[in-house]
């Protein structure tokens, strides 16, 4: 795997003048469809460049919550900010929030009849008008370093899961994005597969993107996660660093998911 | 390439254009051999020298078009004409039908119920006798008005079933990547819904050409008009109308063989 280089967004120079503020902001948001409550207040403050892996049982509401993030599902109430960015009723912030950020999912989500190299063009085109060259010469460079640049001009069809998944990362990262929202990127992937993509995202966090990463994968979260929080039944159970979180955790619910994912 | 299921095969030939065809195809047969044996009791005179004719004749030294041929003139043009327009109103009510405006459903759904609950023939009927004249439209524009609301509401259901049955992913995607909601449906949810129309718009289309036939009701020229005309001019009402119904069969076969290869072509690796 090729080391990621300069993938970051944001210039080194940038990170020392902005001050270590909060890109994200998430207060008391609450999210229920019929019969079920799934997100039931919840908050955090996440800072510039810091990786938070949200783990939790299934149904817990981690993906509903991600996905309130970026406005696919609209919170019934709280509030949310995205690098300063309110996201409201406004057509224009909710617009601005969703280029500002990336999402990978867990089912990948290419477009089958786009090539490799047609899907990570499409919204630098259409959405950052850049020019076909420009765009191209990005999302080669990008594909570069997610090691597939040979499958440029495949189908995703042809590609594996692992393959298909770094595309995906690489589609959103060609937005240029301030945040990048992982909802169990590997998951849906052959056990032989899930490093590759691992590894792609370990380079992203080492390069400075701010992420918020839904996943189970403790060697993943030991090594790059800031922060670690368990959530259950739609809210925060216990926030901690990964030490204290895996060796010494304060809750007996976090023991007890933890012994069972163990 | 594997054998496949005889109940496979079946199901691909029952969705396919092909369907409409063999129904075609085995009723000619029975029509045939009813005619056959009616004729044969009748003692009827059958007399197909004498519809070349109707193709073309040469008057002067110069081919002259006949009304067969004319009639079918009219009868492409008209499909064609109406096949552009209902297509494009399918797919404004389809999208409307899908979008969150509520005066956009409730408009698409007031048209739907409308066009599915009246008969095409009543539809022709009030297009030529009352909007026509309240427009200021001609016969062929009242005609192609008919045909179009008509088939439009078939059109916007198979453009509607084809974009629902997009995997949710897909929007989420390109809602995540920033794309505008037109960007989505231009460029990820259309192509991908029209391939999987394909094989539904066909039949839908050998519908519409059999349904222009209908406006003969309003003596419009068409190829059904000039096969009455003249069956009822010449008394070949049998080898007129035989004729006529082969015509028919020679439009519609050449579009199920490019519906095949337009399916084939599009087929998105799996
Ligand atoms: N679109 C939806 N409609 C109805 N219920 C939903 C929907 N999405 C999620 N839920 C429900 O919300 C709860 C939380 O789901 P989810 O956020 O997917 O949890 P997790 O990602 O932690 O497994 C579950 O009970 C789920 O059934
Ligand atoms: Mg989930």
């Keep these: 795997m090729p080391s990621l280089p300069d993938i970051a967004p944001l210039a080194p120079s940038d990170a020392a003048a902005a001050p270590a503020d909060d890109i994200l902001i998430i207060e008391d948001v609450f999210k229920s469809f019929p019969g079920v409550e799934a997100v039931r207040g919840f908050s955090a403050r996440i800072r510039r460049q810091e990786v938070v892996v949200i783990m939790g049982p299934s149904g817990s509401g981690k993906s509903t919550l991600l996905r309130c993030l970026n406005g696919l599902e609209q919170a019934d109430s709280g509030l949310i900010i995205v690098d300063g960015i309110p996201l409201d009723d406004n057509h224009a912030h909710r617009l601005e929030i969703r280029q500002e950020t990336g999402m990978v999912f867990q089912s990948f989500n290419l477009f089958p009849h786009l090539t490799v190299l047609e899907n990570i063009n499409l ?19 990008l594909l570069g370093m997610v090691g597939i640049a040979d499958k440029a001009s495949s189908y995703p069809a042809h590609l594996s899961g692992g393959q298909q998944q770094r595309v995906a990362i690489a589609r959103a990262l060609a937005m240029s994005p301030k945040i990048m929202l992982f909802d169990e990127p590997t998951s849906a992937l052959d056990p032989e597969m899930i490093n590759e ?66 | 390439m594997a054998p496949l299921a005889p109940t496979t095969v079946l199901r691909r030939f029952w969705r396919s254009p092909w369907r409409d065809i063999a129904q075609f195809v085995l009723l000619i047969v029975v029509v045939v051999w009813l005619v056959t044996l009616s004729s044969a009791r009748l003692g009827y005179n059958w007399q197909w020298y004498r519809i070349p004719r109707y193709f073309w004749t040469v008057r002067n030294g110069r081919p002259v078009v006949g009304e067969l041929l004319q009639g079918l003139g009219y009868t492409l043009q008209l499909s064609a004409v109406s096949l552009v327009c209902a297509l494009t109103l399918g797919l404004v009510v389809a999208l409307l039908r899908l979008s969150s405006s509520f005066m956009g459903r409730a408009l698409s759904r007031v048209y739907l119920e409308i066009t599915r609950n009246t008969p095409l023939v009543v539809q022709i009927y009030l297009a030529y006798f009352v909007l026509g004249p309240v427009l200021g439209i001609g016969r ?71 349904n222009t036939s209908l406006v003969s009701l309003v003596s419009l020229a068409d190829l059904s008009m000039q096969a009455r005309v003249i069956a009822a001019d010449t008394f070949l009402t049998f080898e007129v109308w035989f004729t006529v119904a082969l015509i028919y069969l020679l439009i519609m076969v050449p579009l199920a063989i490019t519906a095949r290869w337009l399916e084939r072509r599009y087929a998105i690796a799996t």
């Design chain 1, 197 to 262: 993509v691992l590894d792609v995202m370990k380079d992203l966090a080492r390069a400075g993107m701010t992420m918020v990463v839904v996943t189970h994968e403790m060697g993943f979260a030991r090594e790059v996660a800031d922060r670690i929080i368990l959530m259950d039944s739609g809210s925060i159970v216990e926030t901690g660093t990964p030490d204290t979180f895996f060796t010494n955790p304060r809750e007996e619910r976090t023991r007890r998911f933890l012994s069972q994912i163990l």
């Design chain 2, 140 to 210: 062929f524009s009242s005609a192609v008005l008919a045909l179009t609301l008509f088939e439009g509401s078939y059109m916007s259901e198979i453009f509607r079933a084809g974009i629902t049955s997009l995997h949710r992913g897909q929007w989420e995607a390109a809602y995540s990547l920033g794309l505008s909601t037109l960007d989505s449906y231009r460029f990820v949810i259309l192509p991908q819904a029209v391939r999987r129309l394909l094989p539904p718009l066909t039949s839908e289309v050998v519908s519409l050409i059999k």
């Design chain 1, 123 to 141: 919204a630098p085109m259409r959405v950052r008008h850049k020019s076909e060259q420009e765009a191209t010469a990005r999302s080669m460079e």
